[in-house]
């Protein structure tokens, strides 16, 4: 089993910025692609950002120029930093790793959560 712990959410002004992490620890042999979505209130959950192990990284449209995606490999923690936010940001941010497993096996998992709302 995998545990994931997403944390840095919360309500900043527009203009302000915000970094979320998700670490990820249990029965983890590697964990190829790291990503990011969001879900506003009545609208389906979208990939904002992801990277591999490697380091490539991609985004969607909306956030090029104002949100980075990370990782730390040693510490299965993956971490998106929000900068310029916009209102249109507010959202539940999940993050979901894919995790292959001693055997070869890769499984998807979610976080549960966190809540970033921009507002004045």
């Known amino acids: 089993q995998v545990q994931l712990v997403e944390s840095g959410g919360g309500l900043v002004q527009p203009g302000g910025s915000l970094r979320l992490s998700c670490e990820a620890s249990?029965?983890?042999?590697?964990?190829?692609?790291m990503g990011w979505y969001r879900q506003a209130p009545g609208k389906q959950r979208d990939l904002v950002a992801a990277i591999t192990s490697g380091g490539s990284s991609n985004y969607v449209d909306s956030v090029k120029g104002r949100f980075t995606i990370s990782r730390d490999n040693a510490k299965n923690t993956v971490y998106l930093q929000m900068n310029s936010l916009k209102p249109e940001d507010t959202a539940v941010y999940y993050c979901?790793?894919?995790?292959?497993?001693?055997?070869?096996?890769?499984?998807?998992?979610w976080g549960q959560g966190t809540q970033v709302t921009v507002s004045s």
């Open positions: 979901k790793p894919i995790v292959v497993s001693a055997t070869g096996f890769h499984y998807e998992y």
């Open positions: 249990g029965s983890i042999f590697s964990i190829s692609v």
